[in-house]
């Protein structure tokens, strides 16, 4: 400065007039552009020393718009500020789904979990059975397909649930510098309105401003920065929404799923029930059948073993009057007809007394065959009493545990939003 000072004195003292060097004019001034740092400084120093003992009318009119470049500025950054602004809200909404939606994916994942739990313990039930052919029942079949089907929908929707964290990170750290980039053209317009409205008349004009930064970026930069920004947050706005539908979608189809395998197990499970208990009945009326048997069987036994004693106890005195008679002298001992009947009475005695024993022992036979059915008919009915009970337990614990999975749609239109994000509102400052 003494230098250019110094050089302007012997310039008045030469007596050569100044003239104001040749600047750039409103049409090759680029508009909102920075200038490159040194072109800047000289420019600057060779108007300062145009200036100097000269008049201000001579300056440029790309000089005298300067105020019309902070008012153009002002506005430009006061959309871009209303852009993030913008962006800030829809991501905060889009966040505000993502945190309904894990809410509803951790709790569809837990319910999974319980559900699997429980039909592991069903198919350990079902299993435990008597042989290892009924593992081919149509119950534990069901079962088993119901419990893959819990298992494979847990994974797949704990990949999800990895996802969505994913993008709810990807949304938090871009709704973090979108706070950022908003705060700063909340100061930048302050600083262009306390520029555009100067004046140095005013205390607080004559306040040093702060040390002024020296990283400065380009126009182009800038433009660059704000544009990649909210394309950024749209994309991850836009790509979160279609994957959060996609992922409704597929909480809904698995509830569907779960609900179809759900009715067809628990229909297997009531047929089975059906047919036990029919097979049941059916037992039971062959127990019964087969105690009315055994009980006449016993009756009939009875009435023969009467028979044969009635007729051994004929048989002997048939016999005892037959010795006396064969007792009588000489030629009184003779076929007469006393000695022929009690001969023949004796001799049908003894014939009914031999066919009584065989049907007694026939009527014998049978009961035992009738006992030997009813103690199997007894161990058939404990068996089916025991399936029965074990597959009504089956059918307990399906029932005890309903799904309560809440496909309710998200809807992005009716923000819900969190408390983390209040700690720093844009609203208040863009107001």
């Keep these: 400065m003494w230098k250019n000072h110094a050089e302007e004195d012997n310039l008045q003292k030469s007596g050569n007039k100044l003239t104001l060097p040749a600047l750039s004019d409103s049409k090759s001034?680029?508009?909102?552009?920075?200038?490159?740092?040194?072109?800047?400084?000289?420019?600057?120093?060779?108007?300062?020393?145009?200036?100097?003992?000269?008049?201000?009318?001579?300056?440029?009119?790309?000089?005298?718009?300067?105020?019309?470049?902070?008012?153009?500025?002002?506005?430009?950054?006061?959309?871009?500020?209303?852009?993030?602004?913008?962006?800030?809200?829809q991501v905060e909404r889009e966040i505000a789904c993502l945190e309904?939606?894990?809410e509803m994916a951790e709790r569809c994942l837990q319910e999974r979990r319980l559900y699997s739990q429980l039909m592991r313990d069903c198919v350990a039930l079902s299993s435990d059975l008597c042989s290892a052919g009924l593992r081919q029942d149509q119950?534990?079949?069901?079962?088993?397909?119901?419990?893959?089907?819990?298992?494979?929908?847990?994974?797949?929707?704990?990949?999800?649930?990895?996802?969505?964290?994913?993008?709810?990170?990807?949304?938090?750290?871009?709704?973090?510098?979108?706070?950022?980039?908003?705060?700063?053209?909340?100061?930048?317009?302050?600083?262009?309105?306390?520029?555009?409205?100067?004046?140095?008349?005013?205390?607080?004009?004559?306040?040093?401003?702060?040390?002024?930064?020296?990283?400065?970026?380009?126009?182009?930069?800038?433009?660059?920065?704000?544009?990649s920004l909210k394309l950024t947050a749209d994309n991850?706005?836009?790509?979160?929404?279609?994957?959060?539908?996609?992922?409704?979608?597929?909480?809904?189809?698995?509830?569907?799923?779960?609900?179809?395998?759900?009715?067809?197990?628990?229909?297997?499970?009531?047929?089975?029930?059906?047919?036990?208990?029919?097979?049941?009945?059916?037992?039971?009326?062959?127990?019964?059948?087969?105690?009315?048997?055994?009980?006449?069987?016993?009756?009939?036994?009875?009435r023969l073993a009467n028979y044969i004693h009635n007729c051994e106890c004929r048989l002997h005195q048939t016999t005892h009057l037959l010795d006396f008679l064969n007792q009588r002298p000489r030629f009184e001992l003779c076929l007469d007809h006393p000695h022929n009947y009690l001969t023949l009475e004796r001799h049908d005695l003894a014939a009914m007394v031999a066919g009584l024993q065989l049907v007694l022992q026939r009527s014998q036979q049978n009961l035992g065959m009738a006992r030997r059915h009813l103690a199997f008919v007894d161990d058939k009915l404990a068996r089916n009493a025991q399936t029965l009970e074990v597959v009504q337990r089956c059918q307990n614990f399906h029932q005890s545990f309903r799904l309560a999975v809440d496909t309710a749609v998200v809807l992005s239109n009716k923000p819900r939003l969190c408390g983390s994000l209040d700690s720093s509102n844009p609203h208040t400052d863009l107001q």
């Design 29 to 89: 001034l680029p508009f909102n552009r920075a200038q490159p740092q040194r072109d800047q400084a000289l420019k600057m120093d060779d108007l300062f020393y145009s200036m100097w003992g000269s008049n201000i009318s001579q300056v440029p009119l790309a000089i005298h718009n300067t105020m019309g470049h902070l008012k153009s500025r002002h506005i430009e950054v006061s959309h871009w500020q209303a852009y993030i602004f913008e962006a800030i809200q």
């Design 100 to 102: 309904q939606m894990k």
């Design 139 to 227: 119950v534990f079949i069901k079962l088993k397909k119901e419990e893959q089907l819990s298992n494979e929908s847990g994974e797949v929707l704990q990949k999800k649930i990895l996802i969505l964290l994913d993008k709810l990170s990807s949304l938090k750290a871009i709704h973090s510098q979108l706070l950022m980039d908003f705060q700063d053209k909340v100061e930048a317009i302050k600083l262009t309105s306390r520029c555009i409205t100067f004046d140095e008349e005013t205390p607080c004009s004559r306040l040093l401003p702060a040390p002024v930064k020296s990283m400065h970026v380009s126009y182009e930069e800038w433009l660059s920065h704000c544009q």
């Design 236 to 302: 991850l706005v836009k790509d979160s929404s279609s994957w959060r539908g996609n992922l409704q979608f597929l909480l809904a189809n698995q509830k569907n799923s779960h609900e179809r395998q759900r009715c067809s197990t628990g229909e297997s499970i009531r047929r089975k029930i059906h047919d036990l208990t029919k097979i049941n009945d059916k037992l039971n009326m062959e127990r019964q059948s087969i105690n009315h048997e055994i009980s006449d069987l016993t009756k009939s036994a009875q």
